[in-house]
């Protein structure tokens, strides 16, 4: 028989025994690994409200933040990579649309019109 870490042995038993449902998604606790956040009193005591206000645990309230967090930075990151690759190609080759393209571009779809970019040019 295998000697289990204690960390490891009470994966084992909580996985059996709790389950933990995020978002439609079940989770053992096997899943889920346990981290340290310090964070000062004040915050600590308005996540309690809120998530008693939520009906709520704590954790849950935590751990939506940082999803929700992280999302959202993972989405501002891929638009500064793209933004930093458009900036790459118009150095290289020059290719652009003038402000006033773009916005009689976007006055055409916000009128409802089924519209063509405006076509890049030097």
Known sequence: MT??????A??????STYKYHFKGVTMSAATLR???V????????????????RNRSSHWMILEAIR???GREEKRELMRQDA????SNYQENGLHVTHEEADAWM??????????P???HV
């Open 68 to 70: 929700q967090y992280v």
């Open 3 to 8: 000697k289990l870490s204690r960390s490891d």
């Open 10 to 15: 009470l994966d084992e038993v909580l996985s």
């Open 34 to 36: 346990p981290t340290t």
């Open 107 to 116: 006055a055409k779809l916000e009128a409802g019109q089924d519209a063509e």
């Open 118 to 120: 405006p076509i890049c």
């Open 84 to 87: 930093h690759h458009a900036w």
């Open 38 to 53: 310090k964070i000062d009193a004040e915050t600590k005591e308005r996540v309690k409200r809120l998530a008693d206000a």
